[in-house]
């Protein structure tokens, strides 16, 4: 296989120190919540983590730094980590695209019909350059689980319509995995390659993953891959060494040394991974030191949350695009609610029903920031046919995470591209309808963001006298969201509204006593 001769490679030795970032200006004096705010800024490839923000005011002085705190030759070991060959063969590719429709029994998908899982499969495909779906063919079948797929007569046809298509040049059969036996026949008896959901889906996150946390999970997602084509890329191995099982010297086989390989990429890989999570880490804590409020926003993979997130705070920096698995990097970005009170939006990656529990598995990391996060909202397309099903996905995969009840149960959704659906509303209380790429629905659910995230981080509106004099109205604006200010005629003193959270009343409180 292609992606096996890649973890065969011998890691290189640490011998050279990680670069540095380069020292950011220094930003102006500002209000406590307006330097928070400031703080954060796009980083190039390579930032952080995944995550696409960090101090700008001043260079990084702990781990949380891209590079600081590694160990020396860290960067050129993860590099050598994420050399590999192709999963999918290059160039123009015509694809024939067979979807296995089970009729009845366990394995009858449930909220869905075949026409939909096709086009599904078919956006699937479109997301590989140069390749396209130029044969569809839907077989039932009542033994999914058996290890040629299909029953003998149904697999015969499917042999002669394969077989007779000249323009064919490889088949995405439309199941989550096969096993290695399985491809090995059906690759035999049609006479091009066959890959499942899992390759193909693998190969479009190791497309989009741009920043080196993105890539080392989609390389730990990689290795059962490997694993399961090690033993027919193995055996072509021993016949081109004339048959020895053995290496010269080593007292291991050719299998035994590859097998020992792939666990010591694993361990480079989790251990380099370990590094970024310790840094994203830090990263929340900066968060927390300034109270700033976080929403993850989450959703089905294409169903608008980049361009809801651009479209409530104005980052015209974000790109939306129209295709699945846009987004495999997590970004943060700045933004207000109606109060003036500021908040950070957590762009996640998509989920998608049928999503291999592996492939979501190397995600955690990245998933982390949901768990940590004030507030999740949960955007969905209305527009889709297929909405209740993702709706359940996303739960699912959510539910998977071991996210706190509390954060779940008051998750907000979000029904988006209503512009889609003429006369749309929402049938629960608690969903907000919108059209993210028009506007529609925005100031309505801004509305609802601020109710919920007041209640969520212990905010409240309360009225505080201050004198003119003294340091507490600076205070305020420092530490707090004002409101307005009332001047009390005559006596040097102003009524104050103010949003505050518990934390900094009981300061406040503290630092000037009445």
Same mark, same amino acid.
């Given at each position: 296989m292609w992606a096996l001769r890649a973890a065969v490679r011998p890691l290189l030795p640490r011998s050279r120190a990680c670069r540095g970032l380069p020292t950011p200006r220094a930003a102006p004096p500002q209000p406590r919540h307006s330097r928070a705010l400031a703080a954060f800024r796009p980083w190039g490839p390579g930032g952080p983590g995944s995550e696409r923000w960090g101090p700008r005011t001043e260079a990084p002085k702990s781990p949380a730094g891209e590079d600081e705190g590694d160990p020396e030759g860290a960067e050129e070991e993860e590099e050598e980590l994420l050399r590999r060959d192709p999963l999918l063969p290059s160039g123009t590719q015509r694809v024939c695209l067979v979807h296995p429709d089970v009729k009845w029994g366990a394995g009858k998908p449930q909220l869905t019909r075949a026409e939909w899982q096709v086009a599904?499969? =078919?956006?699937?495909?479109? &997301?590989?350059?140069?390749?396209? =779906?130029?044969?569809?063919?839907?077989?039932?079948? /009542?033994?999914?689980?058996?290890?040629?797929?299909?029953?003998?007569?149904?697999?015969?046809?499917?042999?002669?319509?394969?077989?007779?298509?000249?323009?064919?040049?490889?088949?995405?059969?439309?199941?989550?995995?096969?096993?290695?036996?399985?491809? /090995?026949?059906?690759? +035999? +008896?049609?006479?091009?390659? =066959?890959?499942?959901?899992?390759?193909?889906?693998?190969?479009?996150?190791?497309?989009?993953?741009?920043?080196?946390?993105?890539?080392?999970? =989609?390389?730990?997602?990689?290795?059962?891959?490997?694993? &399961?084509?090690?033993?027919?890329?193995?055996?072509?191995?021993?016949?081109?060494?004339?048959? &020895?099982?053995?290496?010269?010297?080593?007292?291991?086989?050719?299998?035994?040394?590859?097998?020992?390989?792939?666990?010591?990429k694993e361990a480079g890989i989790r251990k380099a991974l370990e590094r970024l999570r310790r840094k994203r880490q830090l990263l929340r804590q900066q968060r927390a030191r300034r109270e700033l409020p976080v929403v993850s926003v989450v959703g089905y993979t294409n169903c608008g949350k980049t361009t809801l997130i651009q479209a409530l705070t104005g980052d015209q920096a974000m790109q939306p695009q129209d295709r699945l698995f846009a987004t495999l990097d997590v970004t943060v970005h700045a933004g207000w609610l109606p109060s003036r009170l500021p908040v950070l939006y957590v762009d996640t990656v998509g989920f998608l029903s049928q999503l291999p529990h592996g492939l979501l598995e190397s995600f955690t990391a990245t998933l982390e920031d949901v768990a940590h996060s004030d507030l999740i909202v949960h955007v969905r397309d209305v527009s889709h046919p297929e909405t209740e099903l993702q709706k359940a996905s996303v739960l699912s995969a959510l539910q998977g995470l071991h996210l706190p009840s509390s954060l779940l149960d008051s998750m907000l959704e979000v029904h988006n591209k209503v512009d889609l659906v003429p006369g749309y509303s929402p049938s629960g209380p608690s969903a907000v309808a919108v059209s993210a790429l028009l506007g529609h629905g925005l100031e309505e659910l801004k509305a609802g963001l601020e109710a919920a995230i007041l209640r969520a981080t212990g905010r409240h509106m309360v009225t505080l006298r201050v004198g003119l004099q003294g340091a507490q109205l600076s205070w305020l604006h420092r530490e707090a969201t004002v409101q307005q200010v009332h001047v009390v005629p005559g006596a040097q003193a102003a009524d104050v509204d103010v949003i505050i959270s518990d934390s900094a009343h009981r300061r406040f409180r503290k630092l000037f006593p009445e």
């Open positions: 599904e499969a =078919v956006a699937l495909v479109r &997301s590989l350059d140069g390749w396209s =779906v130029v044969l569809t063919l839907v077989v039932p079948t /009542k033994t999914p689980e058996r290890k040629l797929i299909f029953g003998r007569g149904n697999l015969e046809r499917l042999t002669e319509t394969i077989r007779g298509a000249a323009d064919i040049t490889c088949v995405f059969l439309n199941l989550e995995r096969m096993a290695a036996p399985t491809k /090995k026949e059906l690759e +035999a +008896a049609w006479g091009i390659q =066959v890959f499942d959901r899992f390759t193909i889906v693998l190969h479009i996150f190791r497309a989009h993953a741009r920043t080196r946390e993105a890539r080392l999970q =989609v390389a730990l997602a990689e290795l059962p891959l490997l694993r &399961s084509g090690l033993k027919s890329d193995i055996t072509q191995w021993d016949r081109q060494r004339g048959g &020895s099982r053995y290496i010269l010297g080593s007292g291991e086989s050719a299998r035994q040394v590859q097998q020992r390989e792939l666990r010591e």
